[in-house]
């Protein structure tokens, strides 16, 4: 009894020593299993995006490369529905946006590991959508590096819109991650109006010889006599409807300036529709001037059209 009572002492804090070592020992090693999965994890986003700016996911690779960790940065994730059939005609102006706000980041001098951009296509992910509860598309939200997504998180897209520098703010505001938006250049409407320039300027070329009618007063005089009465005191019916199409003509003008203004499409075909609107609105408003001009004799203001 002797014996077995005074090694029980001895034994006790070896058996402790070797139960600690153990554990130490078993924690290093998932330590170290997990920075080589991140460092897995990261090389390969890095390698995806390498080869295109925004990264295409569906639901296993969501579930590994943004859900689970371990994970240090931060990745924005479109939710859409690209898909001809779905027709979602905003998903595919959104999408534009959030192309040329990824490309901005990726041939930036910032890039660097620490946010990546992604997209999940209904039709590719389904899975995903029923996992986050998620029920219409577009969607942008940011997964941080830590912890689970806030309300914040999610893009206001029914506020603010889907502009790109709508985009690079709410990132900075989550991330702390300045992207400065370039936009490829677009000439459509430059070369839109240099066609009706030259298109103007070859009919008037091909009648060099016969442009009398230009400077022929009395041509435009007789023309506007027709439906236009010369007194302030009375007016033709046909006139009334003229002043109204002016009127409706002008009007058309200002909506689309205003579209150009306030919409959040291709800033191209936003160029073009400011170009209408405009020439609407000057030829047009030109044009009642001259009207009313002709009907009030002595009134002293004209524009473009006399």
Same mark, same amino acid.
């Given at each position: 009894?002797?014996? $077995? ?30 920075? @080589? ?7 390969? +986003? ?7 700016? $925004?990264?295409?996911? @569906?639901?296993? =690779?969501?579930?590994?490369? $943004? =859900? ?9 994730? +479109? ?15 959104? @999408? ?28 590719? /992910? ?12 577009? !969607? ?13 998180? !999610?893009?206001? &897209? ?10 690079? =703010? ?33 009919? &008037? %070329?091909?009648?060099?010889? @016969?442009?009398?009618?230009? %400077?022929?007063? !009395?041509?435009?005089? +007789? ?32 909506? &689309? ?18 170009? $209408? /609107? ?29």
């Amino acid at each position: 009894m002797a014996s $077995v009572s005074s090694g029980f002492p001895f034994n006790l804090p070896v058996a402790s020593l070797l139960l600690i070592l153990l554990l130490c020992l078993h924690s290093g090693g998932g330590q170290k299993k997990k920075e @080589n999965m991140l460092v897995e994890k990261v090389d390969q +986003m890095m390698e995806w995006s390498s080869r295109r700016s $925004v990264i295409r996911m @569906n639901g296993d =690779k969501f579930r590994r490369f $943004v =859900k689970a960790p371990p994970r240090n940065y931060s990745v924005i994730v +479109m939710f859409t529905a690209l898909q001809p059939q779905r027709q979602c005609s905003v998903c595919r102006q959104a @999408n534009e946006e959030y192309q040329v706000l990824a490309n901005s980041w990726r041939y930036s001098s910032a890039f660097c590991n620490k946010l990546f951009f992604t997209v999940v296509d209904y039709d590719e /992910g389904a899975d995903v959508f029923q996992q986050l509860n998620m029920n219409s598309a577009p !969607t942008f939200m940011h997964f941080p590096a830590k912890g689970k997504p806030k309300r914040a998180d !999610t893009f206001d &897209l029914q506020r603010i819109g889907f502009a790109s520098e709508q985009l690079a =703010k709410w990132i900075a505001d989550r991330t702390d991650v300045q992207i400065r938006v370039f936009r490829p250049p677009n000439y459509s409407g430059t070369i839109a109006l240099a066609l009706l320039v030259s298109l103007v300027g070859g009919l &008037l %070329y091909l009648r060099r010889n @016969n442009l009398e009618f230009i %400077y022929n007063k !009395t041509g435009w005089a +007789m023309a506007a006599l027709s439906y236009i009465h010369g007194s302030s005191q009375a007016q033709f019916v046909a006139e009334s409807h003229i002043i109204l199409l002016l009127n409706a003509a002008i009007t058309m003008g200002m909506v &689309l300036l205003n579209e150009a203004a306030t919409s959040k499409g291709d800033v191209g075909k936003r160029r073009i529709i400011c170009l $209408v /609107g405009l020439g609407l609105v000057v030829f047009f408003f030109s044009f009642l001037l001259s009207i009313f001009r002709s009907k009030y004799h002595g009134y002293p203001y004209s524009f473009l059209i006399k």
